[in-house]
């Protein structure tokens, strides 16, 4: 009973559906115009923006082209290898690991006592060896008297020969007269032959008195060129003392200490590394940069240490040469199949005021050169 119920019903609704739908007719199409108007706003959307883009591309190309910037860079500097001089025992160290001192601040101090001794003993030769020059001139003094003594001798001797032969000569004449002796004759003529030996004595010695200068003053001569060096030795002994004492060749802060009180330094031997205070950047552009970057352009520099701030520097120089051009095996183009790299150029880049922070060699750095 009940589907029979359900039948009916299902009969008289369908033709109500088929009435109204035969009733209301097809829906009519929109016109290609009516579809323009309403997605107008967004085409004039998209064309706004798409100008804004451009505008915003074209202002970014004409503010960046006036930079070139890299990130090849670093914070250099010179680092200084301090190393013992001398061979000696280390008896202190004053400095600790990283900590910041002065030019001339003392580093390291080693056992000076034999370095002393070597000292004192050049130093004494050197006061021997002026004592001996100093007794070789008073000896040329001394001998410019017995020159002088010498020839005084020879007149004495000259003016004794010439009193007897005079008289030899008045006593043979009175000889031969028969008024004196024939013994007195001879007497004076024995003293004539002694005047003549004397004379000849004081001639000699006068000689040898002249010649012995020249070989006093070629000992001197000698004594002079014996203290010239002896005098090195000293400088020397001198020098060896001061580097007993290490000190600091600039201001800057002390990196891989090795010294440590007790050891045995040998010459050579690497004690500590020393990082100065100057530094600046080196900073590796790519070679198609640096067409219009020029020593003297202002330079904004970015270290990745300190990210919030900015600090103000200027290119100083170019390399002349790209990086592989100086590196220990040199790329040789000549050979083998050619493939063309972009090289790297180095370029030194200062700081206008010496940074207030903690830089050290290898620090990475973003300099932005202004070029325009």
């Known amino acids: 009973m009940d589907q029979r119920v359900d039948n ?12 109204k739908s035969s009733g209301g007719g097809a829906p009519k199409k929109r016109s290609w115009g009516d579809r323009l108007g309403k997605r107008r706003g967004l085409a004039m959307a998209i064309a706004i923006g798409t100008v804004v883009l451009a505008l915003l591309v074209i202002v970014w190309w004409l503010h960046a082209r006036q930079y070139e910037s890299t990130d090849d860079a670093f914070i250099d500097t010179r680092t200084v290898q301090i190393s013992a001089q001398v061979s000696a025992a280390i008896v ?5 690991d990283n900590q910041l001192v002065e030019a001339g601040a003392v580093l390291v101090r080693l056992d000076d006592r034999d370095f002393t001794t070597q000292l004192d003993q050049a130093k004494a030769q050197v006061a021997q060896a002026k004592a001996g020059i100093t007794n070789l001139k008073a000896q040329l003094v ?10 005084k001798q020879v007149a004495q001797a000259e003016a004794t020969l010439t009193f007897a032969q005079q008289q030899s000569d008045r006593y043979g ?17 024995s003293n004539l032959l002694q005047s003549q030996a004397s004379l000849a004595a004081a001639q000699a010695n006068a000689v040898a008195a002249t010649m012995q200068k020249p070989v006093l003053g070629a000992q001197e001569e000698l004594s002079e060129a014996d203290l010239m060096q002896r005098n090195p030795a000293v400088q020397q002994a001198e020098t060896n003392l001061s580097r007993t004492v290490i000190v600091a060749p600039v201001a800057g ?5 090795t010294a440590a009180k007790g050891n045995y330094a040998a010459v050579g031997q690497t ?5 100065p205070r100057d530094v600046w950047i080196t900073a590796n552009f790519k070679e198609t940069q640096l067409a219009y ?8 520099i970015e270290i990745d240490s300190f990210p919030d701030r900015t600090f103000q520097g200027h290119v100083d120089s170019i390399q002349s040469g790209s990086g592989t051009a100086f590196s220990l095996l040199p790329a040789e183009n000549a050979t083998g199949n050619y493939v063309k790299i972009v090289q790297r150029i180095p370029v030194k880049i200062v700081f206008d005021k010496p940074p207030d922070v903690l830089l050290g060699p290898g620090m990475s750095v973003v300099p932005t050169v202004k070029v325009r």
């Open 8 to 19: 009916e019903r299902r009969t008289e609704s369908a033709p109500n559906r088929e009435a």
């Open 92 to 96: 202190d160290v004053p400095v600790t």
């Open 142 to 151: 001394a001998q410019d008297a017995r020159i002088e003594e010498a020839n």
């Open 173 to 189: 004449l009175l000889a031969r007269q028969g008024t004196a002796t024939q013994e007195q004759a001879q007497q004076y003529s």
């Open 253 to 257: 802060r002390v990196t891989q200490l």
């Open 271 to 275: 004690l500590m590394m020393f990082v």
């Open 293 to 300: 970057i020029r020593p003297g352009q202002p330079v904004d």
